[in-house]
Each structure stands twice: as C-alpha cells, then as structure tokens.
C-alpha cells in the first residue's frame, strides 16, 4: 500500500501537462470523485494499525503535491495564453447585419423637398381619391374641355376619379390659405397608361406653387435653375420651351442640360443636348379666382414633375418597371443613398 502512494507520488512529480485540457484530465484521474488518490484514501482502514500514521502523511503529502502541480501547470498555461493576445480573436470577420434601404423613389422624393425647403417652400399632401372639381374643373378645366383627354383618368364615378396629378392639392391649399403661399405636393397619382418602360398607371409627382403680389416669370425661371443646379449639379443649365396647360398661361417644358453629354449630344438626349424634367407656367388667373385669390392683387407660379422621371435621369434608370418590382439585385443599388 504504502508502496502504491510512493508509485503515485512519482507519477505527480513527473507529470508536466502541455494544454490545459490534459492537465485537467489529470486532475480528475488524480484527484476526481473517483481519482486514484480518493480511491487509496478510501483504502485507509484496510491498512495495519502501525502503518497508519506513515500511510496518512504520505498520502497528505502526495494530496498536496498533486494539487500544487495541477495548480501551478493550470496557472503557466493560462498565463501562457494570455500573453499570445487575447481571448478574442479580433482578426475574425464580424457577422454582418443585414441593413434595409430607402427605395429610390423616397431617396429622390425626400431630396426633391429638401431643395425647395431650403427656399422657404412647405410640404402640402392631399387626398388620392378626388373629386372633378379639384382634380379638373377648378384647374381650369371646364366640362367637355378637350384637355381632360391629356391625362387619360381612372373615373370611379361621373363626380370622383384617382387624381392625375398633385396640382388637386394646390387647390385645396389655395382654397385655405390666403397669399403669400409658397408649397410643394409630392404624392401618388393615376393614369390609364399601358405599362411599359416609359409609362406606369401609378406614378408619383412633387408640384410646387408660389403666390404673391408681384410674382414674375423671372422669378419662376430662377427658382428651376436653382432646383436644376442643385438636384443635377451647378454646371446644369435649363431651357425653356413653349407649352399649353390649361391651369398656367404661359405655360412651359422645362429641359436641364443633359447630365450625360453637358449638352454636347449624346444617346441619351437623343442628340439634342437637353432633357426634359417638369412642366411649369404662371398661373392662370381663373385658376385664382375659383380657389377664391384676387387674381387683381396676386400672382403666382406652378411647376410639376415626376419623381420617376427625376430618378431616372439621376441614376442612369432606363426601365420604369424597375420602380415597382421590389426586385433586390435593383434597390440594393441604392443602399448608400440617404
Ligand atoms: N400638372 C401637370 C401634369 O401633371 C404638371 C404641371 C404643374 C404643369 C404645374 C404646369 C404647372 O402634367
């Protein structure tokens, strides 16, 4: 027996674990529940009365010799770790969080906004749904007027239809509000259009309006070429053209200086160094007078344009489906965008 401790005793002093995970089976071969050295101390009754004293101090003996060891290999191998860096392993790749992204159309809508809120111009919205007068009459439009026919309309009854444009806001605006009015509608609207790469039944469009003594076209033309140089850059040009509305007079296209070729001619612009952008023109003065504003004392302007068409033009869009197929390999594209 006392041999048995002596066997063990050298086996504890020669013992030199590498890891931590061998120095701790060694602790449990030794020391565990069922260790070999909790197993001879069970075998302490077994041994003869005058070999007790002997067997109990070497077992105490090899007991602490067993633990110091155990204790001082686990404390060097720590250490060890340690000073190799640390427990983190820094150079691992982070897991990557998934992060959404704005749709386009809201990328260039807010950007749009943001622009004529700069110049003091508030944010109006109104109703999708419209009733004639908003949507046509009060634009000027009488009953049977050949230019309902320009924006072919979703009519739900004789009376209400989806609106066409968000000129239908500005009416209610300038129905509320007296002069100086200064607004921009952005909103949803509707057109029986077949669906291709140039046209949608819904798409969306940012108006604007400007009422006040004295209101000039000068005033009009100096407010795009700022929109234009801010949204496309301070090299961009405007050019306007001719046009009819039935709610402006004079009305007006409006092309910016193409943003591919700076106007030299390109595919693009189809060889005419300009692209369209918006529609503007002074408002019509019946168009006042049945929003109830003294067309005597005040005058204003309008301008519309269509988020799409802006969108498409500033990233290079060439397919207007794209806007409304939430496909990913597209609105991944825009996760920079604010
Ligand atoms: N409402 C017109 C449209 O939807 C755009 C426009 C607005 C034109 C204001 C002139 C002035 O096409």
């Known amino acids: 027996m006392l041999n048995k401790v002596d066997d063990l005793l050298k086996e504890v002093e ?4 590498t890891t931590l995970e061998e120095t701790e089976n060694f602790r449990i071969k030794m020391l565990g529940k069922k260790g070999l050295i909790t197993e001879l101390m069970g075998e302490f009754r077994n041994v003869p009365n005058e070999q007790k004293k ?12 067993a633990l110091d060891k155990v204790n001082s290999l686990k404390e060097a191998l720590e250490d060890a770790a340690d000073e190799s860096g640390p427990k ?3 150079t691992r790749p982070a897991e990557f969080t998934e992060l959404g992204s704005r749709h386009p159309l809201s990328v260039v809508r807010k950007e749009i906004l943001d622009i004529f809120g700069r110049i003091g ?9 419209e009733d004639d007068f908003h949507n046509f009459t009060a634009l000027n439009f009488p009953p049977e007027h050949p230019a309902r026919d320009m924006q072919d309309t979703f009519f739900i009854d004789d009376e209400i239809a989806l609106r066409t444009h968000t000129s239908s806001v500005q009416v209610r605006v300038m129905e509320n509000s007296t002069p100086p009015i200064r607004t921009v509608s952005p909103g949803r609207v509707f057109r029986n259009e077949a669906i291709s790469a140039r046209a949608h039944c819904i798409f969306h469009q940012v108006e604007g309006l400007y009422i006040d003594k004295g209101v000039s076209f000068a005033d009009l033309k100096q407010t795009l070429l700022y929109f234009a140089q801010e949204m496309f850059g301070d090299k961009t040009e405007i050019r306007l053209r001719p046009s009819y509305f039935p709610f402006t007079e004079p009305s007006a296209e409006v092309d910016v200086s193409c943003l591919i070729c700076s106007g030299k001619g390109c595919n693009v612009c189809k ?10 023109g002074m408002v019509d003065p019946n168009v006042l007078e049945n929003c109830g504003i003294d067309s005597t004392v005040y005058s204003g302007f309008a301008f519309g344009m269509g988020i799409e068409r802006i969108t498409m033009l500033k990233y290079q869009v060439n397919d207007l489906r794209h806007f409304f197929e939430n496909d990913l390999r597209f609105l991944n594209q825009f996760k920079s965008a604010y």
């Not at 020669?14 to 674990?17: A, C, E, P």
């Not at 111009?121 to 749904?129: D, R, T, Y």
């Not at 060889?271 to 503007?280: A, D, Q, R, W």
């Open 88 to 90: 983190i392993d820094t």
């Open 121 to 129: 111009f508030a944010v109006s919205e109104g109703p999708e749904i």
């Open 271 to 280: 060889n005419t160094g300009f692209l369209e952008i918006m529609g503007c």
């Open 14 to 17: 020669s013992f030199n674990g």
């Open 54 to 65: 002997e067997f109990g101090q070497k077992i105490n003996v090899l007991k602490t010799a």
